[in-house]
T-cell receptor
Framework: NAGVTQTPKFQVLKTGQSMTLQCAQD?????MSWYRQDPGMGLRLIHY???????DQGEVPNGYNVSRSTTEDFPLRLLSAAPSQTSVYFC??????????????FGPGTRLTVL | GQQVMQIPQYQHVQEGEDFTTYCNSS?????IQWYKQRPGGHPVFLIQ?????EVKKQKRLTFQFGEAKKNSSLHITATQTTDVGTYFC????????????FGTGTKLQVIP
C-alpha cells in the first residue's frame, strides 16, 4: 500500500493564481483532512471529510475549497493564492470504524510558496 | 474555540538527559493523541490515550492523560539523537472525532 500520497511536493505560485493540491489514499479510510503547518503554530485544520460527498470546514477554511467525489481522493483548491497561504500542507486520513480511535496517517506534504 | 497549548515550545537536552513536554486543552477531551514529526518529515502517530489518568509506555516514552482529561504529558527517559523532532498532542473538539485540534508542538533538540 502507498498510504497517503500528495502531489506536488513543491510549488511556487504568483499572487492571484489558482491551483489544486492532490491527495489520495489507498487504505479505504472514510475520514480525510487537510492541514496547514506554519512555524510555531502547529497544524491547523483547513477542511475535512467524513466520507464521499461530505465535507466541512475546519479552523482556517477561508481561501480554500474541497470536494470528495470518491473515498480515495480529497483535493484542496486554492482559488486565488495569497502570500499568507505560503505554508506546508498535509493531507491525512483515518479509519472510521470506531468513533473513539482515529489515528491519522499523514502524507509527505506539499511545500507551497506564494510570491 | 478549543485551544491546545504545549510547553515548552523548544527544548535542548544533552543526550542521556530526560525530556518532558506538557499539553493543556481549554476543553475536556474524549481522547488525546501524540504525534512525532522528524525535521523535514510528516507527523507520525505515536499513541492514543482514552481513559482518565491513563498511563502508557513505549520503551523510553511514557504518556499520561490527566484525571480531568484536559492535560497530558510525554516523558522521554535518557534521550537519544533519534528522539530529535517536534512532538504534538492532538484531540478531537466538540465538532466531532474527525475535527482534530493539534497542539502548538514542542521541538526537541538532542545534543550528542
Amino acid at each position: 500500500n502507498a498510504g497517503v500520497t500528495q502531489t506536488p511536493k513543491f510549488q511556487v505560485l504568483k499572487t492571484g493564481q489558482s491551483m489544486t493540491l492532490q491527495c489520495a489514499q489507498d487504505m479505504n479510510h472514510e475520514y480525510m483532512s487537510w492541514y496547514r503547518q506554519d512555524p510555531g503554530m502547529g497544524l491547523r485544520l483547513i477542511h475535512y471529510s467524513v466520507g464521499a460527498g461530505i465535507t466541512d470546514q475546519g479552523e482556517v477554511p477561508n481561501g480554500y475549497n474541497v470536494s470528495r467525489s470518491t473515498t480515495e481522493d480529497f483535493p484542496l483548491r486554492l482559488l486565488s493564492a495569497a502570500p499568507s497561504q505560503t505554508s506546508v500542507y498535509f493531507c491525512a486520513s483515518s479509519y472510521s470504524g470506531s468513533s473513539s480511535y482515529n489515528e491519522q496517517f499523514f502524507g509527505p506534504g506539499t511545500r507551497l510558496t506564494v510570491l | 474555540g478549543q485551544q491546545v497549548m504545549q510547553i515548552p515550545q523548544y527544548q535542548h537536552v544533552q543526550e542521556g538527559e530526560d525530556f518532558t513536554t506538557y499539553c493543556n486543552s481549554s476543553t475536556t477531551l474524549s481522547n488525546i493523541q501524540w504525534y512525532k514529526q522528524r525535521p523535514g518529515g510528516h507527523p507520525v502517530f505515536l499513541i492514543q490515550l482514552v481513559k482518565s489518568g491513563e498511563v502508557k509506555k513505549q520503551k523510553r516514552l511514557t504518556f499520561q492523560f490527566g484525571e480531568a482529561k484536559k492535560n497530558s504529558s510525554l516523558h522521554i527517559t535518557a534521550t537519544q539523537t533519534t528522539d530529535v523532532g517536534t512532538y504534538f498532542c492532538a484531540g478531537p473538539n466538540s465538532g466531532g472525532y474527525q475535527k482534530v485540534t493539534f497542539g502548538t508542538g514542542t521541538k526537541l533538540q538532542v545534543i550528542p
